[in-house]
């Protein structure tokens, strides 16, 4: 008896004093960016205990990456809110071009996307019940405007917020047919930096707050905020404006960069938080980026009646040391895609509307047939290949490949590819009665072949590892399986955003070309490994 009862005590000072450790322990802390690669210009919104955020995703098919947390930190991709030729079209895209920035929302029990096709088409918005789709048509917006944004005030009016020529404006809009049934209103013009941007309106406490990006989507980047009591202004700056920046001297060693276009949100808790886009910077002499913009998170205090301080003096880390929502981890992506499902997963996109006879699951169970097509990764045209993000500086990715090909012209392999006018391409091509692996540099208008080995095999193994500074190109034949001969080697630096210009990041593609010649050919890859080290 006496034996229990101490058991008892003991076992009850036990979990008291253990608890916050073992129930606790994963609401501390969280790594910086939260999504990782290319995930530019960040919204977000929350419905119950879950939050939904999308990204912008220019050029890429299918548009407009859909994500979802329980905690902001773990996030999975559910879709995209634009899979259909009809919703998106990207035939006249360039790099950089298609999609700019798009607004998520949820009212009324549906789920809003805004945003603008730069490329064809302008403004519209989409809905959907539940967001991992299917999305409406879009319903186009007669305003001529980026970083559009809907908000909906207490008196039953709709509004678009929207980038205009003087500053952040806005106009009444009538939802069922996309017109804008008043004037535009200048509502804020920022606190002077260049290019405001990026608005989003909330109503807290009996404020309207605009939130803006300025600065340009750069180094100046930043999140300014102004306030007033009445929606059409006018507004006043916050004194901590810039809200969030690295540019300034307590930024300016950070390892992220040019840190802006947010969007505010509150948990079910009542706490708030932030994401934005930023970038991971190199250096060597000079800054440059390769993996283009990505999501950021930050906590913000935001009391009654009282101005949104981020995360304390407006800068972020990557190791964020502060309390968190309690996390709910996601699974990763397994490293081996082996070809087998019979769709390809979300992480993969195509450049503009692709071609989809040229795709094929089902011809080599398995396999991911691409059919060559005469297109060449340098033409804003439908070119026949499959990309995922680089997301880490470190990484590995192998392909094995199986070209089935009849002319020199015709070649298949992996690229990375920064845009039209900047990809390096580790490739098999026919070569008479042989093959032969090269690899092609394309960075502007220097375009050549750094490397080249005969193989008497039209089945390669093919290999790209990522370091900070530098990618290692590999081949391997299949009687020598785990011996890779490496080919060459090149610099991160020259697919970067500061040579390469442009808003997106590298992507890692399997890709067929027959160099604009007519063809037949096909090139099989069983399967594709994707690796991160690191970070
Ligand atoms: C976007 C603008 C910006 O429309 O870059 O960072 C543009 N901000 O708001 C393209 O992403």
């Avoid at 006496?2 to 916050?20: E, M």
Wanted: net charge negative.
């Amino acid at each position: 008896m006496k034996n229990t009862f101490l058991r008892l005590i003991f076992s009850i000072l036990f979990f008291s004093f253990l608890s916050p450790f073992l129930f606790a322990q994963n609401t501390f802390g969280f790594k910086n960016p939260v999504l990782r690669g290319f995930n530019p210009d960040p919204s977000v919104c929350r419905v119950g205990d879950d939050f939904y955020l999308v990204t912008s995703s220019f050029e890429y098919f299918p548009g407009l990456p859909i994500y979802k947390s329980k905690d902001l930190i773990n996030w999975q991709q559910i879709g995209h809110c634009l899979t259909r030729d009809s919703q998106l079209p990207l035939q006249n895209a360039g790099s950089s071009e298609g999609l700019f920035a798009p607004s998520l929302r949820y009212h009324d029990g549906l789920f809003y996307v805004i945003c603008t096709n730069v490329s064809d088409g302008g403004n519209f918005f989409c809905t959907a019940t539940d967001p991992a789709g299917d999305w409406s048509e879009p319903v186009w917006i007669d305003a001529n405007t980026i970083d559009p944004d809907l908000f909906w005030d207490d008196d039953g009016k709709t509004y678009l917020v929207m980038q205009g020529a003087k500053g952040i404006s806005v106009a009444e809009i009538d939802l069922a047919t996309g017109k804008l049934t008043s004037d535009e209103h200048l509502v804020w013009d920022g606190i002077g930096g260049r290019y405001p941007e990026a608005p989003h309106i909330y109503k807290k406490d009996g404020y309207y707050y605009v939130l803006l990006g300025e600065g340009g989507t750069e180094y100046m980047h930043s999140a300014t905020i102004g306030r007033s009591k009445n929606l059409l202004g006018p507004y006043e700056s916050c004194p901590l404006n810039p809200i969030l920046t690295h540019a300034n001297r307590i930024g300016q060693a950070n390892p992220i960069q040019a840190v802006g276009h947010a969007d505010l949100v509150q948990a079910a808790d009542g706490s708030w938080w932030m994401v934005f886009l930023g970038f991971r910077v190199l250096h060597q002499w000079a800054y440059w980026h390769i993996l283009g913009r990505e999501t950021y998170l930050a906590p913000v205090d935001w009391p009654q009646g009282g101005w949104p301080q981020v995360n304390g003096d407006g800068t972020v880390t990557l190791d964020m040391q502060v309390a968190t929502l309690p996390q709910c981890p996601v699974d990763a992506l397994p490293v081996r895609n082996d070809f087998d499902a019979d769709k390809l997963g979300f992480e993969w996109q195509y450049i503009r509307n692709p071609i989809r006879d040229n795709y094929s699951l089902a011809e080599r169970k398995g396999a991911l047939r691409i059919s060559v097509s005469p297109h060449t990764l340098d033409e804003a045209k439908p070119v026949s290949a499959v990309l995922r993000r680089q997301t880490e500086h470190d990484f590995c990715a192998t392909t094995s490949l199986d070209l089935n090909a009849q002319h020199d012209n015709e070649e298949a392999g992996i690229t990375l590819i920064q845009n039209n006018s900047h990809h390096y391409d580790l490739l098999l091509a026919k070569n008479g009665d042989k093959y032969q692996v090269q690899l092609r540099v394309k960075l502007g208008s220097i375009s050549y072949v750094a490397a080249r080995q005969d193989v008497e095999t039209d089945k390669v193994l093919l290999k790209i590892t990522g370091t900070p500074y530098q990618y290692t190109f590999y081949y391997a034949t299949p009687n020598n399986e785990n011996n890779f001969v490496e080919l060459d080697r090149m610099d991160t630096r020259y697919l970067s955003k500061e040579v390469a210009g442009g808003f997106t990041g590298v992507m890692i593609g399997l890709y067929a070309t027959s160099n604009g010649k007519p063809t037949q050919a096909k090139a099989y890859f069983d399967w594709f490994d994707y690796e991160t080290m690191g970070e």
